[in-house]
């Protein structure tokens, strides 16, 4: 439920990154995945680790309050008026192919997430992390007894789907600014 929440968060920390704090943007789009991955750990710490041996209502329960939390306190810190996102000026040439006008942010958006998503599934299908993930899926108890590290694998899983968000956030404010 908080994913949403991730997305918008990263796209304010690479705005705040640019606007504010005058970071180029490819260091300010990397830093806002960093950080928003960050948080992503932070919030699986405290909201849904304590609440492992709980029922799954619970737990759910925990998700909306993370998803108000972060809406919320996104109100507070970023105040409740749009901003336009600054977007690089080479995402903004016109290409023309035949009769067809393509803007350059089109093809910028589509390769990295085509390049994200190779990466999630390479990740998933041929890590020893993605291997315990797939474990974990499956059976959380009979896969920690057979010694996998639980609790950072969650952690790991928690980053990377936080990074991901991350990543997709500021596609769509550089696709939709």
């Not at 849904?48 to 998803?67: D, G, H």
């Not at 008026?81 to 393509?102: H, S, V």
């Not at 390479?122 to 992390?129: A, G, I, L, S």
Request: proline residues 5%; aromatic residues 12%.
């Amino acid at each position: 439920f908080a994913h949403g929440d991730i997305v918008m968060l990263s796209a304010y920390i690479a705005f705040y990154g640019v606007a504010m704090f005058v970071l180029p943007w490819w260091v300010s789009f990397p830093l806002a995945i960093l950080l928003t991955a960050g948080v992503g750990i932070l919030i699986e710490r405290a909201a849904y680790k304590p609440l492992r041996e709980v029922p799954r209502i619970q737990l759910f329960t925990s998700a909306v309050a993370v998803s108000f939390l972060l809406e919320n306190l996104g109100i507070v810190v970023f105040g409740g008026r749009p901003k336009a996102f600054l977007r690089p000026a080479f995402m903004d040439i016109n290409l023309q192919f035949g009769e067809t006008n393509i803007i350059s942010y089109t093809p910028i958006t589509i390769i990295p997430a085509l390049l994200l998503f190779g990466g999630l599934m390479f990740v998933v299908e041929r890590t020893k992390v993605g291997m315990a993930r797939r474990a974990l899926s499956k059976d959380i108890e009979t896969t920690g007894i057979m010694g996998v590290n639980t609790d950072r694998i969650i952690s790991i899983a928690f980053a990377i789907g936080s990074a991901l968000a991350a990543a997709g956030g500021i596609l769509w404010a550089i696709k939709f600014p």
